[in-house]
Each structure stands twice: as structure tokens, then as C-alpha cells.
């Protein structure tokens, strides 16, 4: 390439336009303003975190009733500690949180007349529970 003083530098041809201004097929650029977007919808509500658990667990059914007889079994044993602590008089402040952890671990086993009776004794340890509390804050 060969330099020459001489001559300035000149300005580089332009961009070039077609005919009447038009973009290439397939492409127009937008002059106006932007379009507004429309309104963001409500999603779903969220399913039931058991229900997803359920669904994702490869459980067996018998494993689970068995777990769940074991835990109503569990529970029973614990309202009947109570009933004595309460009887002689000094009932021991650990059998409140096992009661709580028990009320907690309910499942669905698919056995109706499992899942009736663990309702119970859901329902009792939820009404032993809240006596507990109401003493406690007396």
C-alpha cells in the first residue's frame, strides 16, 4: 500500500439506500414509539406441598401404612403418659414436644379405615395440645 501526501482524506462513500427507502425482505425496523405489553395474568395457586410429595415419592403403600400405624401407635402411647403425668399430678415437659412432633408427621395411607382412626388421633393430640397451651399461659 502506498501512502501519498498529497491527497486528503476524503470521506467514505455513504450507506446506500434502495429505490424508495425500503428495508431488506424480512426486516422493517419500527419508528414508533414501542408497543406496551399487555397485563401480566395471576398465576395458578400453588398445589398442596403433600400433594406434591405424594407425587414425587416412590413409596410403597404398605411401607407408609406401616409408618403411619407405627406413629399413631407412638401417639396413643404418648396421650396415655399424659393422661397419668396429668392424674399424679406432674406430667413432664418433654411429652409437649413429642406430642407436637407426632402431630405432625400425619400422612394419607390409602386405607380408609387406617386413615379414619389416625384422624382421631390427630384430632385428640390437637385438643390435648392446645389444653397444654392455654395451662401453659396461665
Known sequence: ??????????????????????????????????????AVSQTAPLTALDAIIALQSDEPPARRRARQAKRGGDALDALERLEQGLVSGRAPAALKAELERLSHGAERTGENGLD????????RLAVELAKLERVGRA
Open 1 to 38: 500500500m502506498k501512502i501519498e501526501s498529497g491527497k486528503s482524506v476524503g470521506a467514505s462513500s455513504g450507506v446506500r439506500k434502495g429505490g424508495n427507502g425500503a428495508a431488506a425482505p424480512g426486516f422493517s425496523p419500527s419508528v414508533e414509539a414501542p408497543q406496551r405489553t399487555a
Open 116 to 123: 379414619d382412626v389416625l384422624r382421631e388421633i390427630d384430632t
